[in-house]
């Protein structure tokens, strides 16, 4: 039996390409988003690029605002990526 490949084509691209290179998404119809990941991606980067005084003082106001749970992440991120000798 030979398998049937299914092509999703990208709205932003316009590339026909296999449903592994589309993101997940629950509320579409086949549950997978419009764009293809590498679109995605370049959209976000883009997104921060215009955005990133805006996101960046949100950022901040929400660190202010959650010590604690700052204080946390950076306990977590130190024990996951600082090697200990």
């Keep these: ?10 709205t932003t691209c316009g ?3 296999t449903h592994g290179n589309f993101r ?3 509320k ?4 997978l988003k419009y764009t ?3 679109c ?4 976000a980067k883009d997104r921060y690029k215009n955005k990133k005084d805006t996101i ?4 901040k106001e929400w ?4 010590p604690e749970k700052v204080k946390m992440y950076k306990k977590k991120y130190r024990n996951k990526h600082i090697r200990r000798s």
Aim: contains cysteine.
């Design 1 to 10: 039996m030979s398998e049937i490949i299914i092509l999703k084509k990208c």
């Design 15 to 17: 590339e026909g390409k």
């Design 24 to 26: 997940r998404q629950s």
């Design 28 to 31: 579409n119809k086949d549950g």
């Design 36 to 38: 293809c990941k590498i």
């Design 40 to 43: 995605d991606n370049n959209k």
């Design 56 to 59: 960046v003082l949100k950022v």
């Design 63 to 66: 660190q202010l605002l959650n």
